[in-house]
């Protein structure tokens, strides 16, 4: 038994997991090829192990125990079984997830401070992986750094998902992906380090996918016996549910808040700019009526250059930002709190006046609309938004209706088609003027 071997069976709590016997089965191998450490499933598993990162990050008995726990983790919930494609981003919300359950089961400060070394509370989305405080574990609400600076449209959306990420309720890897993919790219996730072996798409994961490993099997049932991953679930029916859901559907305000991002995102706009004639002067050979000209010709020098006149066309970027327009039509009444939820999520890429219509359309501040105000005629007339649109210049609109409505008149749909126009819909109700019109489009759920 070589010296990190040795380390590592014995930073386990004697009995409180029962995984000593079965790290007893598992090749515990030094290896350089990984960052920090990675699982082989098989019918011979291995754990490798790089002794430069436990010698630099884990060199304590319960920060080893915290790494192998993260790695085991992994190959517990299925994460490289899970997608077809993983991409960086997967990888981060696989690990936000872990780190979470992790800190709810050993709560402790020596266990947190493997995170809490290791990721920095000043850096967003960096933060998301870090418990609050190893210092104080009893702060599991307080919230980091990074997502205190946000501005306050912004900040009460993470302050909630980093709270219920770190409570026992816990949050569910949609959850997480899709805030990401509304505020991040890929990139900028890739460059931050994770705890464990990652794999992109095209890679080989942790297990052998054609069958059962002895490991991943004796692992399952051990975990029975671990404290519970989140109020009222069992390990078993974690697992299942990783299994089965391998990628859920969105809810309502998910969809709604992707379509907005995609409008409302000014560096993916490539239509947000207008176009003017602006003038300059170059200098030229050509005589011109000019003042300055003149006066050196009366005492006898002949001046080489005049100034000129020229027009070049100037494009300057408008950043307009998208007018969304609500339908409060009484099909529409269940999927209405989604509706403006995800409205309220989106502020900071939208027009700050909200428009919603019937027959006709109201202006609503947010403020009332946060308060679930509602004014409706009855009915539902797409032709009020149209001539809305054309009397405010309106260039970027999102359209969220249940499309049970009579077909516009020509001029009407000239004015839709014109504008970059996102419309989500309420139910399989499309028509064929809405995708002639559409940019975007995106289908929400009838409750």
Not at 34 to 58: D, M, W, Y
Not at 205 to 225: C, K, N, Q
Not at 253 to 268: D, I, P, Q, Y
Not at 411 to 439: C, F, K, M, P, Y
Request: a negative charge.
């Amino acid at each position: 038994m070589n010296m990190l071997e040795r380390q590592i069976l014995d930073c386990f709590p004697s009995g409180k997991y029962a995984l000593t016997s079965l790290l007893r089965l598992v090749d515990i191998v030094e290896s350089d090829h990984v960052a920090t450490a990675s699982v082989e499933c098989g019918n011979q598993p291995r754990l490798r192990i790089n002794p430069t990162f436990v010698k630099q990050h884990a060199e304590t008995p319960e920060k080893l125990l915290m790494l192998v726990m993260h790695e085991l983790h992994h190959v517990l919930l299925g994460h490289t079984r899970l997608y077809e494609k993983i991409t960086p981003i997967d990888n981060f919300v696989f690990d936000c997830v872990i780190n979470a359950m992790l800190s709810r089961m050993l709560p402790q400060p020596e266990y947190l401070r493997l995170l809490t070394d290791f990721y920095s509370d000043k850096k967003f989305p960096e933060c998301l992986l870090r418990p609050a405080s190893a210092k104080n574990p009893e702060r599991a609400q307080s919230i980091p750094m990074a997502i205190q600076a946000f501005p306050q449209d912004t900040r009460k959306f993470w302050e909630e998902l980093y709270k219920s990420l770190y409570s026992e309720t816990g949050v569910s890897y949609d959850e997480i992906r899709n805030a990401l993919a509304l505020r991040l790219y890929e990139d900028t996730v890739s460059a931050i380090p994770l705890l464990g072996e990652h794999f992109e798409d095209g890679e080989d994961g942790h297990a052998d996918e054609t069958g059962s490993s002895p490991l991943i099997d004796i692992l399952m049932e051990t975990a029975e016996t671990w404290p519970k991953p989140g109020r009222g679930q069992s390990w078993a029916e974690l697992v299942q549910q990783a299994k089965v859901d391998l990628r859920p559907v969105p809810g309502n305000r998910s969809v709604l808040r992707n379509l907005l991002a995609r409008l409302g995102r000014h560096r993916s706009d490539r239509g947000s700019s207008t176009a003017s004639d602006a003038k300059w002067s170059p200098p030229t050979p050509l005589p011109s009526l000019n003042r300055r000209a003149a006066v050196l010709r009366a005492l006898g020098v002949q001046p080489m250059f005049h100034p000129g006149e020229a027009k070049h066309l100037r494009r300057t970027r408008t950043n307009d930002k998208a007018h969304v327009y609500v339908d409060v039509s009484g099909s529409v009444t269940d999927v209405l709190p989604a509706i403006y939820g995800a409205v309220s999520d989106c502020r900071s890429w939208i027009h700050p006046v909200v428009h919603i219509f019937s027959t006709v359309v109201h202006d609503l501040a947010f403020q009332k609309l946060q308060s679930g105000q509602v004014d409706t005629t009855g009915g539902t007339n797409i032709a009020c938004v149209a001539e809305h649109m054309a009397t405010h210049k309106v260039s970027r609109a999102c359209i969220i209706t249940d499309g049970v409505m009579t077909e516009p008149e020509s001029s009407h749909l000239e004015t839709l088609r014109q504008a970059r126009l996102g419309i989500a819909l309420v139910g399989d109700n499309s028509r064929a003027w809405i995708t002639e019109v559409a940019d975007q489009m995106a289908t929400l759920t009838s409750m």
